[in-house]
């Protein structure tokens, strides 16, 4: 398969990544088949995405009578077998190891032959993942970055069984979209997560251990670093529940106390401060 024949485009998970995923395919030319498990997460995603297409004509970068088109691009869906008209599939649900292994071999069994299939996973193993299905040579990484119509990365990461042209083809997708790819290997959080997530975890510490409070950790690191947000604020925007569960991968692949998520942590995913997405985390929203 080449690019050339990549038309549908399915993305599975309706919530910050998958409605990001849509947006940056449709936007792209591409048909896009957005599934979830209810209307009401749909609904929620193309209002989403709406907005954020305000938001690109505010600033200039789409004309006002492209939006309909982008929009009209975007089939949203709660039945699964919809997904046998994709050509490319992108998995963007929950980062939690047994509900990707489910979804995915479900797909898988829907999907067409020679189709490719993608996890947006954060951290767990590609190789892992790709063991869920009947596809592992056309199995793949294509991390986006959050929020995904902004932000110009995506990591590409070949699992074991990973074939050439599986990564050739998502490298040129991925150009396609307008991002820079970057080749990465099958390892724990990759390299983004491996190396942000312990400095959000070690940030989350100074707040635990009294070094200092939120707002002078990310000055801090913003003013001293040159860091375009702290790390804290950051972390409200990933949503701490997300942090906690890659922190929680890394621990558990490597089993290097370096990784052990900070006790705070932990407190404050237990008592629903997750971020941005619940109103409060490390600041009030």
């Given at each position: 398969m080449?690019?050339?024949?990549?038309h549908?485009?399915g993305?599975?998970?309706?919530g910050?990544m998958g409605n990001?995923?849509?947006?940056a395919?449709?936007?792209?030319?591409?048909?896009v088949i957005l599934?979830?498990?209810?209307?009401?997460f749909?609904?929620?995603a193309?209002?989403?995405?709406?907005?954020?297409l305000?938001?690109?004509?505010e600033k200039?970068?789409?004309?006002?009578?492209?939006?309909?088109?982008?929009?009209?691009?975007?089939?949203?869906?709660?039945?699964a077998?919809?997904?046998r008209?994709?050509?490319?599939?992108?998995?963007?649900?929950?980062?939690?190891q047994?509900?990707?292994?489910?979804?995915?071999?479900?797909?898988?069994g829907l999907m067409?032959?020679?189709?490719i299939?993608?996890?947006?996973?954060s951290t767990?193993?590609i190789?892992?993942?790709a063991?869920?299905t009947?596809?592992?040579?056309k199995?793949?990484g294509?991390?986006?970055m959050?929020?995904?119509?902004?932000m110009?990365l995506?990591?590409?990461?070949?699992?074991?069984a990973t074939s050439d042209?599986?990564?050739?083809?998502?490298m040129a997708l991925?150009?396609?979209?307008?991002?820079?790819?970057?080749?990465?290997?099958d390892?724990?959080?990759?390299?983004?997560?491996?190396?942000?997530m312990?400095?959000?975890?070690?940030a989350?510490?100074?707040?635990h251990?009294?070094?200092?409070?939120?707002?002078?950790?990310?000055?801090v690191m913003?003013l001293g670093m040159?860091?375009?947000?702290g790390p804290?604020?950051?972390?409200?925007?990933?949503g701490?529940?997300?942090c906690?569960a890659?922190?929680?991968?890394l621990?558990?692949?490597?089993?290097?106390?370096k990784?052990r998520?900070?006790?705070l942590?932990?407190k404050m995913?237990a008592?629903?401060?997750?971020?941005?997405?619940?109103g409060?985390g490390?600041?009030?929203?």
């Amino acid at each position: 398969m080449s690019i050339a024949n990549i038309h549908t485009v399915g993305v599975l998970g309706a919530g910050t990544m998958g409605n990001g995923i849509a947006h940056a395919f449709a936007a792209a030319g591409f048909r896009v088949i957005l599934r979830d498990v209810e209307h009401r997460f749909l609904e929620k995603a193309l209002d989403t995405i709406s907005k954020n297409l305000d938001r690109e004509i505010e600033k200039g970068k789409l004309a006002e009578s492209d939006k309909g088109s982008v929009l009209g691009r975007i089939v949203t869906t709660t039945h699964a077998p919809d997904l046998r008209e994709a050509d490319f599939v992108v998995e963007a649900v929950t980062e939690n190891q047994e509900l990707k292994h489910k979804i995915l071999a479900e797909t898988d069994g829907l999907m067409k032959p020679d189709a490719i299939l993608a996890s947006n996973t954060s951290t767990i193993s590609i190789t892992l993942l790709a063991a869920s299905t009947r596809r592992a040579e056309k199995f793949i990484g294509m991390h986006f970055m959050n929020p995904v119509p902004v932000m110009q990365l995506v990591e590409v990461i070949r699992g074991l069984a990973t074939s050439d042209a599986t990564f050739d083809l998502t490298m040129a997708l991925a150009q396609k979209l307008g991002k820079t790819p970057c080749a990465v290997n099958d390892a724990p959080g990759f390299v983004s997560n491996r190396v942000l997530m312990p400095m959000i975890n070690e940030a989350i510490f100074c707040v635990h251990e009294n070094v200092a409070t939120p707002e002078s950790v990310d000055t801090v690191m913003k003013l001293g670093m040159n860091h375009p947000m702290g790390p804290l604020a950051l972390a409200d925007l990933i949503g701490l529940d997300t942090c906690l569960a890659i922190m929680e991968v890394l621990y558990r692949d490597f089993a290097d106390s370096k990784y052990r998520p900070c006790p705070l942590l932990r407190k404050m995913v237990a008592a629903g401060r997750l971020g941005r997405k619940s109103g409060r985390g490390f600041y009030t929203y």
